[in-house]
C-alpha cells in the first residue's frame, strides 16, 4: 500500500509505537499471558499501568498537588453535563467559541443559569472573541481552548476572576499548560492523548463540593478522585493505549518539545496557504489554531474543490476534508502527525498549483 498521511480529526493518528505495543499487549498485557482485553483490572499489573498514566500526566503537564486527574468514559459531550452538575450552582458564563462550546453552554442551560458572554457566531466562529469582561458574580467561566472544526485556538491561560474550566480535548499536551490557572481541564482523549474511549478531567480538588444539588454517584467527581478512577470497570483498553501515548510523548521530550514541533508544523502548512494562489485561510490570522488548520479554495477557484480533494487522496492526503459545517479542507495537526507528513501535504498542494498554472 502507498504511504499514506492521515490528518483526520479524531480519532486521528496515534504513533507507531504506540500501535506496536498495543498489538503486543492484546496478545499478552506484560508477560501475565492475558490480553489486555482481558485482564482484570482488580489486578496488580493493571494496577500499576493505571498508576503509571496518573503519573504522567501529573510529570507531562506539572500539575500541581492541589489538582487530581481522572480517567472515565461517557465522551468529552458527557463532561459538557459533569462540569455543570460538579460546579453550576447559581449562574455560569460561557464563551461560545464554536459547536463544541455551543453544545457545553446548552447542557449547562438544563442544569441551571448559563449564557454567552462573548460569541463569534456572527463570523461562522472564525475568530476567538476579545475585550470581554469576566464577571465575578458567576461559578465559573467555561472556554474552549481549541475549536476543532474552525481552527481557532486560545493559545495562552487567560487570566480569570473566577474559576476557570477549560474544554481542552483537540490541544491537550500539544503545548505546556498553567495547570493552577484552572478549576478544571477535561476533554476526550482521542487527539494527542490516545484513543476514543476514555476521558481526562484534571480537577483543582477544592473547587469540588459547592454546589448544592444530589449529585450521580457516578456524575460526582469526587467519587472518581476517591477511587482512583476505578470506582466502576475503567475503559481498560483505550487507558493502555493512552498510557502508551503518554510514554511516547515523554520520550520525544514531552510537552515543550512538542509545542515546538507542532508550531513547526503549523507554521509550515500556514505559510503554503498564505503563499499559494488557489488556497486561502479560514480562520482570523491572529487565533490561528497549531492543531486543526483549515482552509478553502482561494476566491475564484472554488469550483477545483473536489478536484483537489480527488487530487489530494490520490497523494495518500487522509482526512482533509473540512467538517461539514465549514467546508474546504482541515489539516489536523495532532501530536503524532510528523512534519514529513505535513511537507507532503505542503507539496501536493505546490503540484495542484502547477497543475493549474
Ligand atoms: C473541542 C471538542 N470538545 C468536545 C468534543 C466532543 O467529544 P466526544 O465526541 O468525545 O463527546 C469534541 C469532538 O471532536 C471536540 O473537538
Same mark, same amino acid.
Request: charged fraction near 25%.
Given at each position: 500500500m502507498a504511504k499514506v498521511h492521515v490528518f483526520n480529526a479524531g480519532p486521528c493518528l496515534l504513533p507507531q509505537p504506540v500501535i506496536d505495543a498495543s498489538i503486543?499487549?492484546?496478545?499478552?498485557?506484560?508477560?501475565?499471558? %492475558? /490480553? %489486555?482485553? /482481558?485482564? /482484570?483490572?482488580?489486578t496488580?499489573?493493571?494496577e500499576a499501568t493505571m498508576n503509571e498514566c496518573r503519573s504522567l500526566w501529573k510529570e507531562l503537564l506539572n500539575i500541581p498537588d492541589t489538582h487530581e486527574v481522572v480517567f472515565l468514559g461517557g465522551g468529552a459531550s458527557l463532561e459538557f453535563l459533569y462540569v455543570a452538575m460538579n460546579f453550576l450552582e447559581k449562574k455560569a458564563a460561557y464563551l461560545d467559541t464554536g459547536v463544541w462550546a455551543h453544545k457545553a453552554?446548552?447542557?449547562?442551560?438544563?442544569?441551571?443559569?448559563?449564557?454567552?458572554?462573548?460569541?463569534?457566531?456572527?463570523?461562522?466562529?472564525?475568530?476567538?472573541?476579545?475585550? #470581554?469582561?469576566?464577571?465575578?458574580?458567576?461559578?465559573?467561566?467555561?472556554?474552549?481552548?481549541?475549536?476543532?472544526?474552525?481552527?481557532?485556538?486560545?493559545? !495562552?491561560?487567560?487570566?480569570?476572576?473566577?474559576?476557570?474550566?477549560a474544554d481542552m480535548s483537540s490541544d491537550i499536551l500539544s503545548r505546556p499548560v498553567d495547570v493552577s490557572k484552572y478549576a478544571l481541564i477535561y476533554g476526550g482523549a482521542q487527539k494527542n492523548a490516545g484513543p476514543a474511549g476514555v476521558i481526562f478531567a484534571i480537577i483543582r480538588k477544592?473547587?469540588?463540593?459547592? %454546589?448544592?444539588?444530589?449529585?450521580?454517584?457516578?456524575?460526582? #467527581?469526587?467519587?472518581?478522585? !476517591?477511587?482512583?478512577?476505578?470506582?466502576?470497570?475503567?475503559?481498560?483498553?483505550?487507558?493502555?493505549?493512552?498510557?502508551?501515548?503518554?510514554?511516547?510523548?515523554?520520550?520525544?521530550?514531552? %510537552?515543550?518539545?512538542?509545542?515546538?514541533?507542532?508550531n513547526r508544523k503549523a507554521a509550515t502548512l500556514y505559510a503554503e496557504i498564505d503563499r499559494n494562489s488557489l488556497f486561502t485561510g479560514t480562520a482570523a490570522v491572529e487565533?490561528?489554531?497549531?492543531?486543526?488548520?483549515?482552509?478553502?479554495?482561494?476566491?475564484?477557484?472554488?469550483?477545483?474543490?473536489d478536484e483537489f480533494m480527488a487530487f489530494s487522496k490520490e497523494r495518500g492526503m487522509v482526512g482533509i476534508k473540512g467538517h461539514r459545517s465549514v467546508g474546504g479542507f482541515r489539516?489536523?495537526?495532532?501530536?503524532?502527525?510528523?512534519?514529513?507528513?505535513?511537507?507532503?501535504?505542503v507539496a501536493c498542494m505546490q503540484d495542484f498549483e502547477k497543475l493549474h498554472k
Open positions: 503486543e499487549a492484546l496478545k499478552d498485557f506484560k508477560g501475565t499471558g %492475558v /490480553s %489486555v482485553l /482481558s485482564i /482484570s483490572h482488580r496488580k499489573e493493571w453552554l446548552k447542557e449547562a442551560q438544563g442544569i441551571g443559569e448559563a449564557y454567552a458572554l462573548a460569541c463569534s457566531k456572527d463570523k461562522n466562529y472564525s475568530y476567538i472573541p476579545k475585550g #470581554y469582561e469576566i464577571p465575578t458574580d458567576i461559578d465559573y467561566f467555561h472556554i474552549t481552548t481549541n475549536n476543532t472544526i474552525y481552527g481557532t485556538e486560545i493559545k !495562552e491561560d487567560i487570566d480569570c476572576p473566577v474559576p476557570l474550566i477544592d473547587a469540588l463540593g459547592k %454546589v448544592s444539588r444530589y449529585l450521580p454517584t457516578m456524575l460526582d #467527581y469526587r467519587t472518581h478522585i !476517591e477511587k482512583e478512577s476505578m470506582f466502576n470497570t475503567p475503559p481498560v483498553f483505550s487507558i493502555f493505549v493512552m498510557n502508551e501515548t503518554l510514554k511516547w510523548l515523554k520520550g520525544i521530550g514531552g %510537552v515543550e518539545e512538542m509545542n515546538r514541533i507542532n487565533d490561528r489554531s497549531i492543531m486543526n488548520v483549515c482552509f478553502v479554495m482561494a476566491p475564484g477557484h472554488e469550483d477545483l474543490q489539516a489536523s495537526l495532532y501530536n503524532a502527525c510528523s512534519q514529513e507528513d505535513v511537507e507532503a501535504l
